[in-house]
Structures are given as C-alpha cells and as structure tokens.
C-alpha cells in the first residue's frame, strides 16, 4: 500500500501542511469520522488511526511490504505541486 498510486487509488490525499497522506472513513452511520493516516517518517513509513478528538488509537510502523522496502513518494504533486 505504500507508494503513492497505491495510495491514490485507495482514497488517500496528500496534506502538505502535515505531509502525510490521509483518508476519512465514517462509523456508526456517519455519526463518528476516523482519520487513517499514512506518513513516511525517518526511514519507514507508520500508518495511524485518529479519532474526531485528536487522539491517536493505532499506530503501525511499517518498513517493508511483501519483503521489498518501502520508499516514499517522491513526484511534484506529492511535494504540492503539479504532477
């Protein structure tokens, strides 16, 4: 899931103000909203769940996907700018 057509497909927009990338599912019949995060951070990438509060309530490190390294996405758009 982690590089950026992946992403992509999957829902996922980049926020250049936080630099990661983000999608919101509902739950409850879209009474609650849950933000999934996908950010790369050092030299692996960490995949989060935040709640409308704020709080982080997961929280993943991941450095490889199906054996192979994971590297971050490196294009204009993902930088903010045109692809």
Known sequence: MMNEAEL?????KYDTDKDWWSRTWSTNEGAENVQQVAAFTGNVWRQMMIGEDGQTFYENSLDQHYGEPIE????????GGQA
């Open 8 to 12: 992509k497909s999957k829902g996922y």
């Open 72 to 79: 971050r996405p490196i294009t204009a758009e993902h930088h």
